[in-house]
């Protein structure tokens, strides 16, 4: 179990080898996922960054700076579906658990925004392995 304090918070980042997440973008790395059941952002779902409740917390920050992340499991999971996180796997994305700095951090209703830079790395989890879990806790 990791210990936080109340200055901190773990966000759960989807990223490849580099760093990246599996969105096509500017910033997204030149082998970018894009499995078109994943990509495609819808307002209820899977909203855009302009389609999230987070915008609203941006006019002070600069988006460029900021990864995208979770800041629970259950965020993780409801945006991608286990089918979903098995593609992931194939294509050798992962889970980065990432210790940040509450100051560094935006909560929204589907996801987080935190500054990378200011956070430390804590945990790798293997799609693979997160997956064959939340199996193993369905079927008790």
Aim: charged fraction near 30%; hydrophobic fraction near 25%; proline fraction near 4%.
């Amino acid at each position: 179990m990791k210990v936080l304090d109340q200055s901190t918070q773990l966000v759960y980042r989807i990223e490849d080898r580099l760093g990246k997440g599996p969105y096509i973008g500017k910033t997204s790395a030149p082998n970018s996922w894009n499995r078109k059941s994943i990509c495609n952002h819808n307002a209820e779902k899977r909203p855009g960054p302009y389609q999230c409740d987070i915008m609203r917390e941006m006019s002070n920050y600069h988006l460029g700076r900021h990864h995208f992340a979770f800041s629970t499991m259950k965020q993780l999971e409801r945006w991608f579906t286990k089918t979903d996180r098995e593609l992931l796997h194939e294509d050798e994305y992962h889970i980065s658990v990432y210790r940040v700095p509450r100051e560094h951090y935006i909560r929204a209703t589907n996801q987080c925004i935190f500054v990378r830079r200011h956070s430390e790395l804590v945990e790798t989890i293997y799609m693979k392995e997160q997956v064959t879990k939340q199996s193993k806790k369905k079927r008790k």
